[in-house]
């Protein structure tokens, strides 16, 4: 089993900054690909950036040169730090995780923090 814990998420004015944060946690032998998505109101789940195991990064045009994907594999934990905050960046964000084991694999995920972003 796994868990995905996210926090920092919170109320920001326009042109702010927040870091979330994702820590994984159970038993599990390692993290693959770890990412970020969010859900605004009214549409779609979509992908914010991801990062390998490696430390590649990938994100969505959105967010980039704004949002910065990192992770600390020694501590299981995902962070993203978002700067020049917009109000269309208002949206619950998940945290996902490509969770290997001793036997099998889960795409798991976090219950999700909200992030509000006033103009």
């Known amino acids: 089993q796994v868990q995905l814990v996210e926090s920092g998420g919170g109320l920001v004015q326009a042109g702010g900054s927040l870091r979330l944060s994702c820590a994984a946690s159970g038993r599990f032998s390692s993290i693959n690909t770890m990412g970020w998505y969010r859900r605004a109101p009214g549409k779609q789940r979509e992908l914010v950036a991801t990062i390998t195991s490696g430390g590649s990064t990938d994100y969505a045009d959105s967010v980039k040169g704004r949002f910065t994907i990192s992770r600390d594999n020694a501590k299981n934990t995902l962070y993203l730090q978002m700067n020049s905050l917009k109000p269309e960046d208002t949206a619950v964000y998940y945290c996902?995780?490509?969770?290997?084991?001793?036997?099998?694999?889960?795409?798991?995920w976090g219950q999700g923090t909200l992030v509000t972003v006033s103009s």
């Open positions: 996902n995780a490509g969770v290997r084991f001793a036997v099998g694999a889960l795409d798991a």
